[in-house]
């Protein structure tokens, strides 16, 4: 089965962020889309839940990620994607992800609520970091 995927759709462009407010946007995407893959109920081994995770410029939960989905199945986790200076990513690492996330999106709606919530967590960011 054939997969399109189009990045640019999931995009969500933060202009003027720090890099400690891109990685806390990407922690707090990745509890998004856990939240949304057990409200979807795409729980069977709990091996893609636990292999979603955040990661950014100034770090990275997938050392957690990979200890936890590993101790529940056996099984090895897509290798983290390649980032540039200024992005972070929510990372569901399961190699089947993609076609759960086409039948019932669990990343994509991470990223629309994040895109609600995005003007807290900076302004959280800000102030604890003095700004």
């Given amino acids: 089965m054939p997969v399109d995927w189009y990045e640019r759709e999931v ?3 933060i202009e003027g962020a720090t890099d400690e407010a891109l990685t806390a946007l990407a922690f707090h995407g990745e509890e998004l889309a856990k939240v949304n893959i057990q409200a979807n109920g795409q729980i069977d081994t709990g091996f893609m839940l636990n292999s979603t995770y ?3 410029p100034t770090g990275s939960h997938r050392a957690e990620a990979e200890a936890e989905a590993t101790a529940v199945a056996e099984r090895q986790m897509a290798g983290p994607p390649s980032l540039e200076e200024d992005q ?3 990372h569901a690492a399961a190699e089947y992800a993609i076609y759960q996330e086409l ?7 991470a990223v629309e609520q ?10 959280d960011v800000a102030r604890r970091k003095g700004l």
Avoid: M, P, V
């Fill in 88 to 90: 972070a990513a929510i």
């Fill in 11 to 13: 995009l969500l462009k």
């Fill in 114 to 123: 994040l895109q609600e919530e995005a003007g807290g967590i900076i302004e």
């Fill in 103 to 109: 039948a019932n999106s669990f990343l994509y709606r």
């Fill in 54 to 56: 955040g990661l950014g």
